[in-house]
């Protein structure tokens, strides 16, 4: 499932946005100032961020710049939204990074509109990758999981960790290892944070039987193969 981040500081807007992205199956996150939106994003990694110029304390525009700057974040589309409609401010914004530009007031369809158009252009058009171990199939096109013709539904940062597990197959990796590589260099992400999305990632996958390819390897970490 597409997950997007809205990030603005009145919850009205938040609300209405987020009815409007849920309605098309579009999993949402909220934040009301920027500190919030970082550690959403460290902890979930969104597809895509709605992100409102006036923000108190540090504003959209400073947290787009810090964003883009960052190797671990500058991947995540931002559209950022604002009541400043001026041609100026567009491309102050745009020139920030971010990927598209939207004034207040908005309507729903094209708020939607504007989304999945953004989503199309950040997705890459190589329909190759797709990685299957065990009859468990991942496409990072489509960002869809499936087991023969179950499609297994999981939270941003399992993706993640699984796509990561199974493009390096058969290697095991410690929990520090597994914090760089899958949550990035944010350093208030504790390294428990893995045991406890590895849970998550086996409950998501016993319905399946596959949650026995995820191995606890005794004093170093986890692993992910068919052999046992």
Request: a negative charge; zero cysteines.
């Amino acid at each position: 499932m597409t997950t997007v981040l809205v990030v603005d500081d009145e919850p009205d807007i938040r609300e209405v946005i987020r009815m409007a992205l849920e309605s098309v199956d579009f999993s949402v996150l909220e934040a009301g100032h920027a500190e919030d939106a970082r550690q959403i994003i460290a902890s979930d990694n969104p597809d895509l961020m709605l992100l409102d110029w006036m923000l108190p304390g540090r504003s959209g525009l400073e947290l787009a710049q810090q964003l883009k700057q960052n190797q671990k974040s500058r991947h995540i589309p931002i559209i950022m939204v604002s009541a400043k409609g001026e041609e100026e401010d567009r491309v102050k914004g745009l020139d920030t990074g971010a990927d598209d530009y939207i004034t207040k007031p908005f309507s729903p369809r094209e708020l939607v509109a504007r989304v999945n158009a953004v989503l199309r252009r950040s997705r890459p058009t190589d329909v190759s990758d797709r990685i299957e171990i065990g009859g468990l199939s991942i496409d990072d096109v489509s960002h869809r999981i499936t087991a023969g013709n179950a499609r297994i539904d999981i939270a941003p940062t399992e993706y993640r960790l699984l796509h990561f597990f199974m493009t390096h197959a058969d290697r095991a990796f410690s929990r520090s290892q597994l914090l760089d590589q899958v949550w990035g260099d944010q350093v208030y992400v504790e390294e428990r944070t893995v045991d406890v999305h590895v849970r998550r990632l086996r409950k998501a996958l016993e319905a399946t039987g596959h949650h026995v390819l995820l191995q606890t390897v005794r004093g170093v970490g986890y692993r992910f193969s068919e052999k046992s």
